[in-house]
Structure formats: structure tokens, C-alpha cells
């Protein structure tokens, strides 16, 4: 294979995959249309049993190696679903594996590593020192680097995730990929637009980690950078083998912020009952914050990274529920006296309100002597539910202020009464 990916080498690493990965479904979610104005299929890569589709890439990387480069082992570098594909196969192979991982990888993400039969390191405090190491490993003790993006055998690989959606979908008018290093959009345009010519391909990436865009753009100022629910996408700098494909393949790299990365992470769990990594949200969350681009038209989203942790999902929900007014804190002005309290809970009761918390307060408030301010953590309907609770309890002489961030999209929170 030469140093840049053919539809012919796309195709062969479809030949070779068939039996050993799994073909996931591409599928409509008619809740998420509705939501954008587009007529949007999702190509469920989560449900490889690495949980992304970077287990396609690595097969045939390791499927290429001769029988001395088996037996001498492989070395990967990795904070993830890549460490995963590695691990997986290499073990089917009978390949030693070894994959370097930053030091504050999550615990979750080492321990499944461990269990597909890697050996795992755990090497400085970010993916370039561990990148770093991994080289050195290999150049010292003769194994063989498994890059996760920048290899022509791995972009072949990635692609065929096209060709599956090309077959098994619509008509698509564009397809939105997670692009980091630029493996997955690489391949995929390159299959893409040989099967059919007429779709569009977008990159989907967070806006702290641009690198893609900016690359495409010639742009070398430096990232924004910091926290991101889409650490599998946060690449400072793309490949030297993807970029030109992309750049002769996509017809623009869009990005979304982490709020969106959020909203579309728990929309696909609402909507389409899909756990997904920020990572693996980002082509959902493109299409959001860009519905002009393609309103009426049929686009196929690649949802992967299903090694969500289950924390990070439990807050993303929980915040969605606040956001959406469906989980409200209120803060409630009582008079202290018997059946005070019980007359708050039932106001809210009486309007339907359910309450899940109290929070009772009498000494360390700025409150007059003979008034208790309570939290009430309450689950409503929506916005206009918590409203109406609200205005009930004012009007009955309890003075209540919104405690919750309903931001984005809904009323800001409010003060009524003193």
C-alpha cells in the first residue's frame, strides 16, 4: 500500500474485515429530524465491541505485518477507543500489544485495555509525551508503531465505514464525520466520492481543538485548548497523510462548542436511546449549531465512541433535565411556624411538582428572624411548569426565586419577591 489510500484499498480492507468486525446499522431517527429539519440516519459505530470504529484501522494495520513483526510485538499510543482496536485484535492475532496512555487516563479506559490483552503503560501527562515514548519503545526494542490515524492501512480501514452507509442508507445528500487527526474522514472521502461523487462530506470537531480546520485553512495560531467533552477528537495537529485528502475530500470542517458536544450527547440518548462519547456526538452537534446547511436535505451522522463513562453520561442528563426545566431549585422564603413547611410541599404538590430534595435553612441566612428559606430541588414538566409553581407559591405569601441554569433556549432564572 503506498503512502496515500485508493478506493481499491478501501475496498480490500472491506474484504478483510468482513466476518471480523461488526456491520453496523445505519438507521433513521425520526426524533432528531423533526429536531434539525434534516432527514438525519445514524451510522452506529458505538456498537463495535471496542465501542468505535477505530477497531476497522487497526485490523488491517496489524493484518499487513509479517510473521517477524508479529512475533517481535506492536506498540500503540493511545488514551482510548484506539488503544482498544489495538489490544482486541493484536490479541485475536496471537501480536504482543503494548499501548502507552497518558497518566491520567481514566481508570475505566486502562482497565478495558488490560482486559482485551494489552500490556498498558502509563507515561507522562499528555499524548504527545506518551506518543512520544511509544516511539522511542519501538525504535529501542524493535516493535512496531500502530499510529492511530496517520497510515495509509488505517485510512483504508476507516473508510469502509462509508461504503457500508453508502450501501446500506438513503440517497445521502452529505455525511457529517468526528474528525481529529483525520484518519476516519480521510478514508471515507476517499471511498465516498469514488461509490458516489454527488455527496458532500463534512468534518465535525470541538471548537477548542480546530486543528483539522485550521490546518485546511493554513492557519497556524495556536488551539484554545483546555477541557473538552471530546477528548477523543482534542488533536492539536493532524496527520501529514490525512490532511491533503481532506482537503481534497470535505467540502468544509465545522465545529461546535461544549455546550453543543453536551446537548447532543443527551439528545442521542433521548432521542435515539444511543450512549456516545462527546467524540462520537460532535457530527449531531454540528448539525445543530449549522441547521441552514442542510435543511431538507438526507444526511448520515457517524455516531461512535460508546466507551462513555457512565458519570460523564449520569451529569450530561442530569443537566439537560435542569436546562429543559425539568429538574428545578428553587429557593422559598416560609414562615417559621408549625405546618410551614407542610404547607410548601403542598403548593407544589397541588400543581403537579414532585419533589425530590429539601434543603431547610434557619441559621445561616440573611433572612428576618421568624423566616426559614428553603431549597427545594422539584421535577416538573418543563419551564412554564416551574413557572406556574413559582407564581403559585409567591402568591400565597412564600417569596420564591429560580436557583436553576435554564439557559439556552429557555427563560433565565428570576427573582420574585424579596
Known amino acids: ?17 468482513s466476518g471480523h468486525v ?6 433513521p431517527c425520526p426524533a432528531l429530524s423533526a429536531r434539525t429539519g434534516a432527514t438525519v440516519h445514524l451510522k452506529l459505530e458505538n456498537m463495535q465491541v471496542t465501542g468505535a470504529f477505530k477497531a476497522r484501522g487497526a485490523l488491517v494495520r496489524l493484518s499487513g505485518l509479517d510473521a517477524e513483526a508479529r512475533r517481535r510485538g506492536v506498540i500503540a499510543m493511545s488514551a482510548g477507543n484506539h488503544a482498544q482496536g489495538v489490544a482486541w485484535h493484536a490479541a485475536a492475532l496471537g501480536i504482543p500489544a503494548t499501548i502507552v496512555m497518558p497518566r491520567d487516563t ?13 500490556a498498558v503503560e502509563l507515561v507522562g501527562d499528555s499524548l504527545p509525551a506518551a506518543r512520544e515514548h511509544a516511539r522511542q519503545r519501538a525504535e529501542a526494542e524493535g516493535l512496531t508503531y500502530i499510529p492511530p490515524y496517520d497510515d495509509p492501512a488505517i485510512m483504508a480501514g476507516q473508510g469502509t465505514v462509508a461504503l457500508e452507509m453508502l450501501a446500506d442508507g438513503p440517497a445521502f445528500d452529505a455525511l457529517i464525520v468526528p474528525v481529529g487527526g483525520g484518519g476516519l474522514l480521510a478514508g471515507m472521502g476517499v471511498a465516498a466520492h469514488d ?17 483539522m480546520r485550521r490546518a485546511l485553512a493554513n492557519d497556524d495560531t495556536a488551539l484554545p485548548g483546555g477541557a473538552t467533552l471530546a477528548e477523543g477528537i482534542a488533536v492539536t495537529t493532524p496527520g501529514e497523510r490525512t490532511t491533503p485528502l481532506v482537503r ?39 448539525l445543530m449549531e449549522n441547521p441552514g446547511l442542510f435543511a431538507g436535505q438526507t444526511v448520515g451522522l457517524v455516531i461512535s465512541g460508546g466507551n462513555v463513562d457512565a458519570r460523564v453520561m449520569a451529569s450530561v442528563l442530569t443537566r439537560a433535565l435542569v436546562r429543559g426545566g425539568r429538574i428545578a431549585r428553587l429557593r422559598i422564603a416560609v414562615p417559621d411556624r408549625p405546618g410551614g413547611l407542610a404547607e410548601l410541599a403542598h403548593h407544589i404538590g397541588e400543581h403537579q411538582g414532585n419533589i425530590i430534595e429539601v434543603y431547610h435553612q434557619r441559621l445561616f441566612q440573611d433572612v ?37 441554569n ?7 432564572a428570576r427573582d420574585q419577591g424579596s
Open 368 to 404: 428576618p428572624l421568624k423566616t426559614a428559606e428553603v431549597d427545594v430541588v422539584v421535577e416538573t414538566v418543563d419551564s412554564a411548569h416551574v413557572d406556574a409553581i413559582v407564581d403559585a407559591l409567591t402568591t400565597a405569601g412564600m417569596p420564591t426565586r429560580l436557583l436553576s
Open 406 to 412: 435554564t439557559a439556552g433556549g429557555h427563560a433565565p
Open 22 to 27: 461488526i456491520r453496523t446499522p445505519t438507521v
Open 1 to 17: 500500500m503506498s503512502d496515500s489510500v485508493t478506493p481499491e484499498d478501501v475496498q480490500r480492507a472491506a474484504d478483510l474485515l
Open 106 to 118: 481514566p481508570f475505566t479506559k486502562v482497565s478495558r485495555t488490560e482486559r482485551l490483552g494489552a
Open 248 to 286: 481534497e475530500h470535505a467540502t468544509a470542517v465545522l465545529t461546535a462548542d461544549e455546550r453543543a458536544i453536551e446537548a447532543a450527547m443527551a439528545g442521542l440518548m433521548e432521542n435515539a436511546k444511543v450512549a456516545a462519547e462527546g467524540a462520537g456526538a460532535t457530527p449531531l452537534a454540528a
Open 195 to 211: 461509490a458516489s461523487p454527488g455527496v458532500r462530506l463534512y468534518g465535525a470537531q470541538a471548537a477548542l481543538y480546530p486543528g
